[in-house]
């Protein structure tokens, strides 16, 4: 399923080395403000990290193919798309016999019958996000005055970040990282439970982000070893402001009017350059494979701007969903 | 939004206090053999725990309303339904005035404009979970051979879970839990990115269980302050066995043929024997708020077939939607 | 699928000779007022008929199982289930072995495999249209002041309707229907194209109710006809209105705000008591069947409140996605 | 709504005089052999017609941008898409004050809020059935060997149709058409009643087509006036052909084997070279308008593989998802 969403809907598509990637934004209201200029900072904050980012040029310019007419949305579906270019898929088939531990060569080869289109990952690329940010950068504007402030977080050690991935990139190798999000402004009664709450959504949107293990919301995983005395929220007045947020602004899976708070863990990119062992499926052995290319080290800075995406996603959806009940 | 399933597909109905509560489970394929002793055991997990347990007497006996014919699944929806009784309402109505703390009365009250059903906590309350639970079943059947293991894990301290809810309980108080699933027999290619993940979609509907605050799977958090080189998962032979299994059986959000793991967190149950402050809407003050009634100190131990039937759901929507590919 | 809806969603659930028939409405916005007597007088017009309606005796009362607090809505789904009672199935296991004419018993027993519950017709009874009608009196207090008129027009021929019912039945036959249904106080705007057009959407439901085997909206397949000189209806005023109506009141599959007409035409009741040769599965033979039990000869004035209801769950469904616009 | 199907889905995007127009399609199954010349003969029929067509020059070459790789389906998104060039908006703007009887210039100006791109119809345009017919030729491999056949018929009156035509166009005025859909091989059990009945997917996807205004299956209206003896189709043999047809190869919405027919009414194109009255919002008077352009006075040979698309997408999508029952 590359569709998300009920009222405020999105599609996804393309592949890393093929024509174009993008994404339909459906149920998007009419008269939205929607100029070129609006992708530029989210599209760079993707492109470009601290360190350890990859050296492919991507020149990331969003066309906008329909639903958009005199810089304002139309209510018709708006088709965003990005031309790839600069692209070498010359090692990829090679990872067809020898799938690289950790990506999903393995996993698409297998589900698709070798028809997936391996090159740079096909659609299991990173690069297929872009079509999320350009759709979280229209979620942002119907959502206002909602924000979402996004950011890594250390998350142990007593290295600072930029050290940490300094050092794992001076031995090819990768980190993962630990990225917090906060939204404020938010109204009382987003989430449409039973199956809907704000946690589903968001956490069904974050986990289709590649590389996403883990989410917790509030307090999260302390709440596992907390009293009911300690976690409870108390009420301190008529608009439901709370003295502490363990609920991370979340009651019964709707928003309850302070700060949704989540954490997401990113696993570290899985091409690093030291060699791994993996299956050969031609020579039938395991074997030694040493990854080539330009790869990531760390993914963490670019990923701040797709986990803003989706949450923006999701509450629009919420938002949109929301004024029917 | 009370359905989930694209095309195992279930839609939840009911309130704590209302006639029934249940569940509709529309596209189970025809020739499943049903019969009400299937229900038992889960529903009797469901219904008693260890320690702390709610002195509620529910009888939970299933009727099968539709879809159920000579013992056999007939393709068409199936109804199941509990009807409530051995209910008290008479504390409930005071919670719309002073909402308690960690509870969706509140949220549901504002978002429902006070039409809601607060008796039980209505549409909020865990007696709902009994749909999900009966659907599990169901789900489990077709997932075959496919099977889910789900337990306590001690969260951390050294005591012993049962002597942490019992201290708790002595004190009036209510403890969180964390709860472990692991999934063997899963097929490689589950799951339908880019949106519809494994994890996207275990984590949708885990959320939607009640108190759920947080998931990770495989090694979940820990990733983030991973090494690639340590996070990789080997692969050891065609059939795509891992060494290790940090990616929790999913890579680019599809099964791999290992065993699929995730860890819950539940908060602790929010009614406790402690006072509590709150807003109160009639004083318009702040005021200390006693909850009275039969409550769980510890959800932990009914959660558990909760959690299982939540993830046999999900892979019974993707198992049969995958056939398709 | 059972469910019908994107924001106004119906599940219907039941078989002809099984404990209960009913539906889940989901979606519906709190604080609409829902008494049990709101249902009654659309359920006797489906119950009884001018002539020729089946002599089964069903009472017919709704039981609201949920999502109804104090006589209004709660935001939550509501469950109207109705029991099942005075069934004879004696006849039906017959038929899995001689399918009737018209009747959906050949087309049941093979993509089911034989599970059906073939007693009564199983799922595609008449008997499943209960909860349509119980739906459709919630989705009618929903779209006001949008109203409804459905009416049996004289389809061809000197005789009037009732004349012509009674000499089919004297003949131990049935005859077809035709029902024409006019919406007024329809605003302008109604419809999501591309694919959920207002035609679309009352189509895919009308479909839905066994029987119907044609719809047109406007002056439908006069149109084949006409020329555009002849069809385009003038534009009057500047809220729309038009001198004639051939588009039935919608214009690239929106409401223009006239009255929206359509027709339905329902097919003879397929269980008639003159004998009609079948192929018997047992004897391998082609067989005169003579089908014993209660019928209709002509279901056209209990198809009413039934058209009427689809009518009104695609209207309300339109108009709460149309909000959000 | 932009999108449509549950398994096999689409999503459709693109306005007249947009920089392009076309389709996702979703769900594709790996392993389809595709490549562009499958596509060139649909987008010839739907391009050019007997007579009376558009003088407009479209290229009609579709791009594929995702979702194909070494000339088949991957199992990803497919997008296909079509450059708009050889446009001229010039008396579009006009139509915002002027509304033209019979298009959908009034009701996509009041439900977008004068924010629609009216050039050339936008999203309205009958251009935008190019990605429909796109869809269908992957829908069509996806259900071979289930053929599809559609042609024009006769709709009544002494003159052919031809003859009929050019009358019109030499008044500068337009006709409708009659399109009759056969479609053979079809297996019995397609069809997911209650609401997914083939004849509501068919008819919710024809009446997303511009300009069609009714459909009918098999004996379709004529049944009105049927009796049941004559109106039931006799089974002749296990495999279910029936002696007559009056059912279209439907019952109880599943599909019995036997031949597919459906008819569907096209009204007449609503541009005509005669003046006609509509209101001026401007002046606020009713006025006469003549619309200029290049207008076809005839869209029924071009409608025939909108409309065989249309049945084809149905189709895969009810086929795809039955493998699951």
Do not use: W
Not at 74 to 103: A, C, K, M, V, W
Not at 136 to 149: D, N, Q, R, T
Not at 213 to 233: H, L
């Amino acid at each position: 399923m590359n569709s998300f969403g009920r009222v405020f809907r999105i599609s996804i598509y393309g592949e890393s080395h093929g024509p174009s990637v993008g994404v339909i934004i459906d149920g998007c209201p009419a008269g939205i403000a929607i100029s070129i200029s609006d992708f530029e900072q989210d599209l760079l904050r993707r492109k470009t990290g601290i360190t350890g980012t990859s050296s492919r040029k991507e020149t990331d310019i969003p066309t906008i193919q329909s639903g958009v007419f005199n810089s304002c949305s139309t209510g018709s579906p708006i088709l965003i798309s990005f031309n790839n270019q600069d692209t070498d898929s010359s090692d990829y088939e090679n990872y067809q016999n020898t799938p690289r531990p950790g990506h999903a060569d393995f996993t698409a080869m297998k589900k698709f019958n070798n028809f997936n289109d391996y090159r740079g990952g096909g659609h299991f690329s990173g690069r297929i996000t872009i079509g999320l940010v350009a759709a979280g950068v229209i979620a942002k504007k119907i959502i206002s005055p909602i924000s979402i402030e996004v950011k890594l977080i250390q998350a142990e050690g007593s290295d600072d970040i930029e050290t940490t991935v300094k050092n794992a990139k001076g031995a090819g190798d990768s980190v993962g990282s630990l990225i917090e999000c906060r939204i404020n402004n938010v109204p009382v009664g987003l989430g449409e439970p039973f199956f809907d709450s704000v946690e589903s959504l968001i956490s069904h949107l974050i986990f289709s982000i590649p590389a996403v293990k883990a989410i917790e919301f509030g307090a999260g995983f302390a709440t596992a070893t907390m009293r009911g005395s300690q976690c409870n929220d108390l009420i301190e007045n008529s608009s439901g402001k709370t003295r502490t947020n363990n609920s991370g602004g979340i009651n019964g899976g709707i928003s309850n009017g302070n700060e949704i708070i989540f954490r997401v863990a990113i696993k570290p990119a899985s091409s690093i350059k030291i060699p791994q062992e993996t299956y050969n499926f031609s020579t039938k052995k395991v074997e030694e494979l040493l990854i080539k290319g330009r790869h990531d080290s760390f993914i963490g800075v670019r990923a701040l701007p797709v986990v803003e995406a989706a949450a923006a996603i999701a509450l629009a959806d919420l938002l949109l969903t929301y004024k029917n009940n």
